[in-house]
């Protein structure tokens, strides 16, 4: 695959992006690196060193003496490389500093691609020194000898942080290098990885745009580098999977001509999501995403019943039963390959939520309403399922805490991070372009950030955060109320509908009488048991830590990876814990005609902590 991929290149005229002359400081750097460091245990004596050198090592004296002594800043050496140009590569911050002010020129063109000091900063990756040279005035539109700018070289290079600062700071997001290549172009070709593509589709880049010689789209550019990382974020990004270019080949051509299995499923399936390979009566229903939604979401609601009524038929035949069966389950493979796509990881388990509580209410009143008295049965499990219903709807519609930000904010929050040198993708959400609040984490299921995020829940189809927590425990609690009156109903119903002698014949028995005396009724219990079980667990699981220990379950479950976490063995010391009776005083808000006052915070916009020697928590919120 290789050699058709550099056959490729040659044919479109494609230039390699390592060059000889660009590495060459770098690892002259990292090999003078380790003579520094063996010298230093020796001998501390560099003043026999040229200023070149001295440079590239970052020995300041030494350079301000040869500089003061006469040496011109601005002269290059025989490889056409200003002291600026070493200096940048090699991430001397103060060196730029000083031969700017001796009069070194920012935009000086050297080596042998005509590169400017900031063309080689970005190379390398550095964004300090990026941020610093452009302080300087330092042009970041400028072409070297390949003609990219350096917008386009941080893309090539997978330097995330750095496009966003260019970006940022005004360069276009869809600017084409002398070749016609986008910064998405080149991320897609060369960066295997989800960013800086993923930053790139935030910043609203044209998904579709080709070059300017060959017309490939940066799905094709994917295609062509078995990108396939980046291949799902364009095909989800809506990258046209039929464009064309000059040859008239498609994304899905490129792939078959490189025979690589994976990108051709994908690429087909795409195609079938938007109706493209499908029969003309169904190309309509798979191109509506809102049917597609509605089929999954309904499917589950059809399955249940029909378990349930095949089941309770008045047919003593078990072959016929499972024939139905068998159709059930083939019209079930039939949706599956034909409406669902990949939010059925979400839609699914709402799906099947919602049906079981919709055929557990429908067995509840049809069933149990005229065996079971008002006041002591039907009224408190209405009380109690007007209190579900509502918990159920906060906890599926409310916002949970998405952080929000405009477009102008996002890029004065990039500038503001890069310039501060705090510009570090583990405070900063390459997807959202905003600085995460402490307790904070980009789902990648909703695909947005939430402040104290706790989980992505698909029993409700929502993240779980700061802004619905509380109805989503209080959806957990009448929710687990409601099985146990379920249960209730159902046992109950056999005691009265059904002649079982457990008392007598035991338990396996009895299973079989109530069994045949009501099929549904017992599929209604193994609901009702199952949803009993999980729930049950969660709700053990997020009481103990919001009480106990004072964390999300996010933040239990990756605790090593934040610092204000001390993990041991077998615990997890939070600098959030107040003490279990604090904790849910604050946690639910809980005030008792004034007894509490629990303590509020606005997660959304809430940062840093900061150790605090007064305070008998430890930690304090600044």
């Known amino acids: 695959m290789v050699d058709a991929m550099e056959e490729y290149e040659k044919e479109a005229g494609c230039v390699p992006i390592l060059h000889p002359e660009e590495i060459k400081p770098q690892s002259h750097y990292n090999h003078g690196y380790n003579e520094i460091v063996s010298r230093k245990s020796h001998v501390d004596d560099y003043s026999t060193w040229d200023i070149v050198k001295a440079t590239q090592y970052g020995i300041f004296e030494r350079c301000r003496e040869l500089v003061e002594a006469g040496f011109d800043v601005r002269q290059p050496d025989k490889e056409n490389v200003t002291l600026l140009h070493w200096a940048a590569i090699n991430n001397r ?46 042009d970041p539109s400028l072409i070297d000898g390949e003609g990219c700018s350096c917008v386009h070289l941080a893309a090539q290079f997978g330097h995330t942080s750095i496009v966003a600062y260019l970006i940022a700071k005004g360069q276009d997001v869809d600017m084409m290098d002398q070749n016609g290549m986008t910064p998405l172009m080149w991320a897609a070709y060369r960066t295997h990885s989800v960013d800086p593509t993923r930053l790139l589709l935030t910043f609203n880049v044209s998904v579709n ?52 299995v994976w990108m051709i499923n994908h690429l087909q399936e795409a195609r079938q999501a938007k109706g493209y390979d499908s029969p003309s009566y169904l190309k309509r229903l798979k191109m509506d995403k809102e049917f597609r939604q509605k089929v999954m979401l309904g499917t589950p609601f059809v399955v249940i019943w029909l378990v349930g009524f095949i089941a309770d038929l008045d047919i003593d035949s078990w072959l016929i039963k499972g024939l139905m069966y068998a159709g059930m389950w083939i019209t079930v493979q039939f949706l599956s390959k034909a409406f669902f796509d990949h939010s059925m990881h979400s839609a699914l388990p709402l799906g099947i939520y919602l049906a079981t509580k919709f055929w557990m209410y429908t067995t509840w009143f049809y069933w149990f309403w005229n065996d079971l008295p008002f006041a002591t049965v039907h009224l408190p499990f209405l009380i109690n399922s007007l209190a579900l219903f509502y918990n159920f709807g906060k906890s599926w519609k409310s916002d949970p805490g998405i952080i929000k930000a405009s477009e102008e904010q996002k890029k004065k929050t990039i500038v503001e991070l890069a310039e501060t040198g705090s510009l570090d993708l583990s405070i900063f959400c390459s997807t959202c372009l905003i600085r995460k609040p402490i307790r904070s984490k980009h789902c990648a299921v909703c695909n947005r950030c939430i402040a104290k995020f706790d989980h992505h829940c698909p029993w409700v189809g929502n993240c779980v955060g700061s802004g619905n927590h509380r109805y989503f425990m209080g959806y957990l609690f009448f929710l687990l109320c409601m099985i146990c009156w379920m249960m209730y109903g159902c046992i109950c119903y056999w005691r009265i509908h059904c002649s079982t002698s457990y008392a007598k014949d035991g338990f396996w028995l009895y299973l079989t009488q109530i069994a045949s005396c009501s099929p549904w009724m017992l599929w209604m219990f193994l609901n009702s048991v199952f949803h009993f079980m999980w729930v049950a667990v969660l709700i053990m699981c997020q009481l103990y830590q919001i009480a106990a220990l004072g964390i999300t379950t996010n933040e239990r479950m990756n605790a090593r990876r934040y610092k204000h976490f001390k993990v041991t063995a077998t615990s997890i010391e939070s600098p959030f814990n107040h003490g279990c009776f604090r904790n849910l005083a604050d946690f639910f ?25 007064t305070s008998g928590s430890g930690y304090q919120l600044v």
């Open 209 to 260: 745009l080709g070059d300017k010689y060959h017309k490939n789209t940066a799905l094709h550019w994917a295609v062509l580098a078995g990108n396939t990382t980046v291949i799902s974020l364009l095909l989800d990004a809506n990258a046209n999977v039929d464009a064309q270019n000059i040859k008239g080949e498609t994304p899905l051509d490129l792939a078959k001509q490189r025979k690589n």
């Open 93 to 138: 911050v103060d060196l730029v500093k000083y031969y700017i002010s001796k009069g070194a020129i920012v935009d000086q063109l050297g080596g042998d691609l005509n590169s400017t000091p900031l063309h080689w900063a970005t190379r390398q990756g550095h964004l300090s020194m990026v941020v610093q040279l452009m302080k300087y005035g330092a």
């Open 589 to 613: 808000e809980i005030r008792c005609c004034g007894l509490f006052r629990p303590v509020t915070v606005d997660w959304t916009t809430q940062y840093t902590i900061e150790y605090d020697q």
